[in-house]
Structures are given as structure tokens and as C-alpha cells.
């Protein structure tokens, strides 16, 4: 019996889709043996409706053509379902292809993997009644984004550069209430993170060390540091050294409570609202299709 792929597109991810782009991935899909569908939502609850209905339809395969908030839509769908997750990255950050070993920067070589991979089983996070595949952002990097999303320019990744450096110079430390598997913690910080992976932002490895199937999540705290620090501190996200710096603590749990006033989260680029915020592991609770060993 050949099998069922619904190819969910995002035409407005980050780096831009064209139907030449979508043509060329759809032929290669086909062409492999996978009996395609092509899905493309207006807006995002066009999409969303989209994606739930061929997990209802029990399509083996939702393969998701965008950026990391374009995953993390279909996570909803396809989480404790039967149908595969599968990720051809289009997107500026592609935080979840990287997470899963996947090409970045080349349709047909993603493309690729999914005629040729297998599936995976990982865990996801939950947080309240969402699902993220990759990091959970509160403190300052959620301020970025705020701000960031309330400019109408500069675009792309610059935005998030000018936010950065505008939130810098007026980001106070936040006083946090962290309950970590029913232990309580009041600590100071310039932001709480929580990973099942361990790159945000494009590679940033705040959560470094965080495994996908480990059935945890690592809980990472930045304690108070001043401005210009701050500024010296970012570029070690980069390679993980910032591990190593004072304001640096891990804990790695299954259940994690996150509160601050006037915080608000991100997960997965998207955001979730404001804290307080529950997030506990569903371990094993999605199939990626992945690089064969």
C-alpha cells in the first residue's frame, strides 16, 4: 500500500517559499513513492485545521515545509497521534531541524530524508494545553520578542537585533518563583529557560546538554549580571560556554512551574502568554522521521 504524506506549507516563513520551491519538493516526494497532498492555509487557524484533519484522515505522514512556528503548529496535531512528524526547513531560526540532525538550507537534501530516514521517538514538552518541541523562553529573551514583534521594521533578523539592543537598556533583573518537581525556588534572573532541545533563537544553546528522548526537561536559570556583561556573555550562547559563568545553573526535572510578574512565554518562536506557566515532559509522545543510521 503506498503511503499517505500531507505537505503542509508556510509561503510566509521566514526565507520565503516559492511554487517552484513547493513543486520541486512535492515531484521529489511523489516521485519516491509517498501519494502527496499539498495543504496551505490562509492564516494560521486555516493551517491548523488543516493539519489536525489529516491526522484524523490518519495520513502516515505530516510533513511540515517552513520555519519553527510552522512545526510547531502541526506538533499539535500530530502529538500522541499515529502519524509521523517530518520537517523540510524553510525558516530563519530552524531550531527543530537542528534539533533532529535535519538538512537546513537545502530543500531537496530534507526532502531526501524523509524518503529515505526513519522514524524516531522523542519526547515533547507541555505547557499548559500547548506542546513545543524545542525551548520555552521567559526573562529577557520573551522581552526581545515582544518588543521585536511590536516593530513594523527594520525586518528579518535585524528587528531582533535593534530589539536587543533597545531591551538592554532598560531590562532589569526578574524575581522568579521556580518549582521544580515540587521543590520551590526564589532566585533573581535575567530569564528562565526550559528545553527539551537545547538551541533557541537560531542556534543559540541556552539549554545545552538538553537530550530530545531523555524523557526530561533542563531547566535553565541566568542569575542577575549587568548590562555590559549581558553584552558579553550573548555570543558564548553561540558555543555553550556560558555553561561555565557564575550566573549559569541547570536542573534537570520532569515537571517545572515558572512564575514572575509581568513575564511573559515563547516556545518555539511562538508565543504562549503570560506566566505562571506549568511545562512537564510527555516523553515519547511524537514520531520524526529522521536520517537512517
Known amino acids: 500500500m503506498t503511503s499517505r504524506l500531507a505537505l503542509l506549507i508556510n509561503p510566509r516563513s521566514g526565507r520565503g517559499l516559492s511554487s517552484s520551491a513547493v513543486l520541486s519538493v512535492r515531484d521529489r516526494l511523489a516521485a519516491g513513492g509517498f501519494a502527496v497532498s499539498v495543504l496551505s492555509g490562509r492564516d494560521a487557524v486555516e493551517s491548523s485545521a488543516l493539519a489536525h484533519r489529516a491526522v484524523a484522515e490518519r495520513y502516515d505522514v505530516l510533513a511540515v515545509m517552513g520555519g519553527d512556528g510552522s512545526v510547531h503548529l502541526a506538533l499539535q ?12 526547513p524553510s525558516g530563519t531560526g530552524n531550531d527543530a531541524a537542528r534539533a533532529l540532525g535535519l538538512p537546513r538550507g537545502d530543500l531537496l537534501a530534507a526532502a531526501d530524508v524523509v524518503l529515505t530516514g526513519r522514524p524516531r521517538t522523542i519526547d515533547t514538552a507541555r505547557a499548559g494545553e500547548r506542546s513545543y518541541l524545542t525551548v520555552l523562553a521567559s526573562g529577557f529573551d520573551s522581552r526581545v520578542n515582544e518588543r521585536a514583534n511590536a516593530m513594523s521594521r527594520p525586518s528579518g533578523r535585524l528587528r531582533y537585533i535593534v530589539a536587543t539592543l533597545a ?23 535575567m530569564l528562565v529557560a526550559v528545553g527539551n532541545t537545547s538551541t533557541y533563537g537560531g542556534g543559540l544553546k541556552m539549554c545545552e546538554g538538553a537530550e530530545v528522548d531523555d524523557g526530561l526537561l533542563d531547566v535553565v536559570v541566568i542569575g542577575p549580571m ?3 556583561e549581558l553584552m558579553a556573555v550573548y555570543p558564548r550562547l553561540f558555543n555553550g560556554s556560558h555553561v561555565n559563568h557564575s550566573a549559569y545553573s541547570r536542573h534537570r526535572v520532569r515537571r517545572v512551574t515558572v512564575e514572575a510578574p509581568d513575564a511573559v512565554a515563547y ?16 516523553a515519547g509522545s511524537v514520531d520524526v522521521v529522521v536520517a537512517a543510521a
Open 77 to 88: 496535531a500530530v502529538v500522541d497521534s499515529a502519524t509521523a512528524l517530518a520537517v523540510i
Open 167 to 189: 531591551e538592554l537598556g532598560v531590562f532589569e533583573p526578574i524575581p522568579y518563583t521556580v518549582t521544580l518537581d515540587g521543590t520551590r525556588l526564589s532566585v533573581e534572573a
Open 226 to 228: 549587568s548590562r555590559l
Open 267 to 282: 516556545a518555539d518562536g511562538e508565543r504562549l502568554g503570560p506566566l505562571p506557566l506549568s511545562v512537564e515532559v510527555a
